[in-house]
């Protein structure tokens, strides 16, 4: 069973940065993808951004394009998600999640984004933004 840690949540002013990380135990089948996704109270979740390992290609949610940018650190498992120009709506928990049935985001386009094609979750960091 693969096995996902989010970390780096907290609270931040409109306007600032925050840096989730996201650790996790090794795939054994192949290329993977890891996604990042948000749930605000009395909100359904929703996929923010999305990397796949083979051929790392990423993919955004409108709402964070341009603000937020997924990273992948291979030696070590983990799965970076720098956010810039916070906004108040960011607030949410953040969770992220992994998918051996998606292989090349690029491919895949706003599908990598859908949590039903996630089989393996995180159990979420809190990200507060001030206003």
Not at 50 to 55: E, F, Q, T, W, Y
Request: proline letters at 2%.
């Amino acid at each position: 069973e693969v096995q996902l840690v989010e970390s780096g949540g907290g609270l931040a002013q409109a306007g600032g940065s925050l840096r989730l990380s996201c650790t996790f135990t090794t795939f054994t089948s192949g290329d993977y993808t890891i996604g990042w996704f948000r749930q605000a109270p009395g909100k359904e979740r929703e996929g923010v951004a999305a990397i796949s390992s083979g051929d790392e290609t990423t993919y955004y949610a409108a709402s964070v394009k341009g603000r937020f940018a997924i990273s992948r650190d291979s030696a070590n498992n983990a799965v970076t998600l720098q956010m810039d120009d916070l906004k108040p709506e960011d607030t949410a928990v953040y969770y992220c999640a992994g998918t051996t049935r998606i292989t090349s985001v690029q491919a895949m386009g706003v599908i990598a984004l859908i949590t039903g094609w996630y089989d393996h979750w995180g159990r979420g960091t809190q990200v507060t933004v001030s206003s």
